[in-house]
T-cell receptor, first 112, second 121 residues
Framework: DQQVKQNSPSLSVQEGRISILNCDYTNSMFDYFLWYKKYPAEGPTFLISISSIKDKNEDGRFTVFLNKSAKHLSLHIVPSQPGDSAVYFC???????????FGTGTSLTVIP | GAVVSQHPSRVICKSGTSVKIECRSL??????MFWYRQFPKKSLMLMAT?????????EQGVEKDKFLINHASLTLSTLTVTSAHPEDSSFYICSARANPSGGAEVGYGYTFGSGTRLTVV
C-alpha cells in the first residue's frame, strides 16, 4: 500500500518560472517529511525537509509547504534553473528518521 | 561530505545465478545500513535493515533466503540476490547514516549509494 504518493510523474517548466511538485500521504503518524533530488545513475541526495510542527520551510530557492489537515506537501522551486532537472522524491517518516516511505518520484524538466 | 560507495553500478546475469552487491561507507562507520529496491515507475521500497555483526531485519514480503544480507564490518554491507530470476531485475540502492545525531534539516544524516541496476536474463 503506497503511503506516500506523487501523482504527477513528470513536470516541465520554463527556466525562471516556478516549479511546484506535489506529494500526498495517508498515514497521519508521519511527522517528518523530506525531499530528495536524484539524477540518473546516482543515488538520491537530500534537498530539504519539514517537520509536522511547521507549515513552511525555506532554503534559498527551495520552499516546502506542509498542509497537515490535507496530508499534503509541496516543493516550490523559484526561479527554476536547467540544473534543477532531475527526479524529485518526497519521503515521510513516522519516527525520528528511523524509516522512510518514499513517493514514486516526479521527473522535473526545466526548459532553457 | 559522507560518501556511500555502491558496486557494481550495473550488472547483467543469467537466470539461476547469484549476484552480490556491495555497499561501503568510505569515510564513516555505519552500524546500520539500509537496502532499498525501486521498480520502474515505483517508489523506493525498503527491503531490509542491515545490522553490523547481527542478522538483518527484513521488511514484510521480502524473502530473506532470496536476498541475503551480510554486514560483516562497520564499513561494508553486501546484498546477494540468490538464484536470480527476471522478476528480480530492478534498481537496488543502499543508504547509511553518516551523522547519527543529524536532524531533519540535514536529512537525518542519511547518505545514499549510487544504486545498482540489476538485469536478469
Amino acid at each position: 500500500d503506497q503511503q506516500v504518493k506523487q501523482n504527477s510523474p513528470s513536470l516541465s517548466v520554463q527556466e525562471g518560472r516556478i516549479s511546484i511538485l506535489n506529494c500526498d500521504y495517508t498515514n497521519s503518524m508521519f511527522d517528518y517529511f523530506l525531499w530528495y533530488k536524484k539524477y540518473p545513475a546516482e543515488g538520491p541526495t537530500f534537498l530539504i525537509s519539514i517537520s509536522s510542527i511547521k507549515d513552511k520551510n525555506e532554503d534559498g530557492r527551495f520552499t516546502v509547504f506542509l498542509n497537515k489537515s490535507a496530508k499534503h506537501l509541496s516543493l516550490h522551486i523559484v526561479p527554476s534553473q536547467p540544473g534543477d532537472s532531475a527526479v524529485y522524491f518526497c519521503a515521510a517518516s513516522a519516527m525520528y528518521g528511523n524509516q522512510f516511505y518514499f513517493g514514486t518520484g516526479t521527473s522535473l524538466t526545466v526548459i532553457p | 561530505g559522507a560518501v556511500v560507495s555502491q558496486h557494481p553500478s550495473r550488472v547483467i546475469c543469467k537466470s539461476g545465478t547469484s549476484v552480490k552487491i556491495e555497499c561501503r561507507s568510505l569515510d564513516f562507520q555505519a552500524t546500520t545500513m539500509f537496502w532499498y529496491r525501486q521498480f520502474p515507475k515505483k517508489s523506493l521500497m525498503l527491503m531490509a535493515t542491515s545490522n553490523e555483526g547481527s542478522k538483518a531485519t527484513y521488511e514484510q514480503g521480502v524473502e530473506k533466503d532470496k536476498f541475503l544480507i551480510n554486514h560483516a564490518s562497520l564499513t561494508l554491507s553486501t546484498l546477494t540476490v540468490t538464484s536470480a530470476h527476471p522478476e528480480d531485475s530492478s534498481f537496488y540502492i543502499c543508504s547509511a547514516r553518516a551523522n547519527p545525531s543529524g536532524g531533519a534539516e540535514v536529512g537525518y544524516g542519511y547518505t545514499f549509494g549510487s544504486g545498482t541496476r540489476l538485469t536478469v536474463v
